[in-house]
Every structure is written in C-alpha cells, then in structure tokens.
T-cell receptor, first 112, second 115 residues
Framework: AQSVTQLDSHVSVSEGTPVLLRCNYS??????LFWYVQHPNKGLQLLLK??????LVKGINGFEAEFKKSETSFHLTKPSAHMSDAAEYFC??????????FGTGTRLLVSP | DVKVTQSSRYLVKRTGEKVFLECVQD?????MFWYRQDPGLGLRLIYF???????EKGDIPEGYSVSREKKERFSLILESASTNQTSMYLC??????????????FGPGTRLTVT
C-alpha cells in the first residue's frame, strides 16, 4: 500500500538560508506525489506535484522537489527561506483511484 | 477559483450531542472528502463520496456517517459526539480525474471541541 514518511516533525532555519524537508515514500508502482502547505488558520494549498513527467518538480513560492526512485525519496527544498514560509508542510501520495494519503507533517520555523 | 466552504470555523458541543458539519464546493466536482487533522498524525480520511448518494469509508469511519444529497454538498455527522472526536475537520473536493491533473481542494476547516 502507498504511504509516506516525513522524517522530521520540526525544522528550524534562519531567514535567507536553504530549506530541506524530507519525505520518503513506499509504493508498489510509480507513485503520484504531492507537497501541500498549511499556513496558520488557513486551508491546505498545493505546493507542487510529481506525476512521472519530470523528476525535478517546481512549485509555487520558489519551492521544488526531486523524485529519486533509487532512494524512494521526494524531498522539498527552497534555496532561501522567507519569514512567510513558516507553516506546516505535508508530503502526500495518491492511493488507488482518487484518494490521498498524508504524512504526519513537518512544521517549518523561520527565524529572523 | 475553486471554493470549498465549511459551515463553521469553530464549534463547541457536548458529549452525546448529534453534530452536523457541512461542506459546500462550487466547482461541480464529483469527489468530496472528509478528513480529521490531529497533531502528529497528519490528515486521516474519514469518508469520501464520488457521486451523489454514493459514499465509501476511509481509514477511520467509526463514530461518523455522511450524507450527500446534492453534488455540491457533503455533510459529516457525528451521531453521538465523544471527547475523542475533538479535532480539526477538513473537507476537500476534486474532479474525477484519471490523469496527472489530480488535485484536491481544501476548505478552511472546522475546529470542533467536544466537552
């Protein structure tokens, strides 16, 4: 069955430094993978998605993720953190026909 | 823009009460979903519906039921609320998509407290 594991519950960075949020997946076939973001008191928003077209996926707000089949990973990165990036991030895999399975979330803290 | 609205942002109910959470989407999506979100557990699927009057259990359906009488509206029902149902409830919708365009759109959530 499809599943994802987010390796860090909290990540702290300083503004202007790189961001790395780690996600490993488990899937018996080529997965569809997503990253969603949830800002405080707001709904979840899609950041980016991988659907086998290209291994490096670019999303909104300067985020990108790389699909690595050999490592079963789909880590989210950003070259330079901004204060507005502070939020909770979810790695997600599509399961079956129309359902999504969410990771447990990584809270990103950005300090000035 | 796709809009998914939920009837309440905050709700406080007593143990044993029957609770209705309402969700409406305005994009003619076939699929609708109810999740609950708890710290450290992420989002877990309670129920989903792929058509009017059709429903399927998710991963944690116990203690919940759903109703979908119209395409745009999906209701989550707690028949007899209990304190362990205190949580954030999120509604989502999506098109019935076979391809790479699949995406779920989320409402703002209802924070339910059962006392």
């Amino acid at each position: 069955a499809q599943s994802v594991t987010q390796l860090d519950s909290h990540v702290s960075v300083s503004e202007g430094t790189p961001v790395l949020l780690r996600c490993n997946y488990s899937s018996s076939y080529s997965p569809s993978l997503f990253w969603y973001v949830q800002h405080p008191n707001k709904g979840l928003q899609l950041l980016l998605k991988y659907t086998s077209a290209a291994t490096l996926v670019k999303g909104i707000n300067g985020f990108e993720a790389e699909f690595k089949k050999s490592e079963t990973s789909f880590h989210l990165t950003k070259p330079s953190a901004h204060m507005s990036d502070a939020a909770e991030y979810f790695c997600v895999v599509k399961r079956g026909f129309q359902k999504l399975v969410f990771g447990t979330g990584t809270r990103l803290l950005v300090s000035p | 823009d796709v809009k998914v609205t939920q009837s309440s942002r905050y709700l406080v109910k007593r143990t044993g009460e029957k609770v209705f959470l309402e969700c409406v989407q305005d994009m003619d999506h076939e699929n609708m979903f109810w999740y609950r979100q708890d710290p450290g557990l992420g989002l877990r699927l309670i129920y989903f519906s792929y058509d009017v009057k059709m429903k399927e259990k998710g991963d944690i359906p116990e203690g919940y039921s759903v109703s979908r009488e119209k395409k745009e509206r999906f209701s989550l029902i707690l028949e007899s609320a209990s304190t362990n149902q205190t949580s954030m409830y999120l509604c989502a919708s999506s098109l019935l998509s076979l391809g790479s365009s699949y995406e779920q759109y989320f409402g703002p959530g209802t924070r339910l407290t059962v006392t």
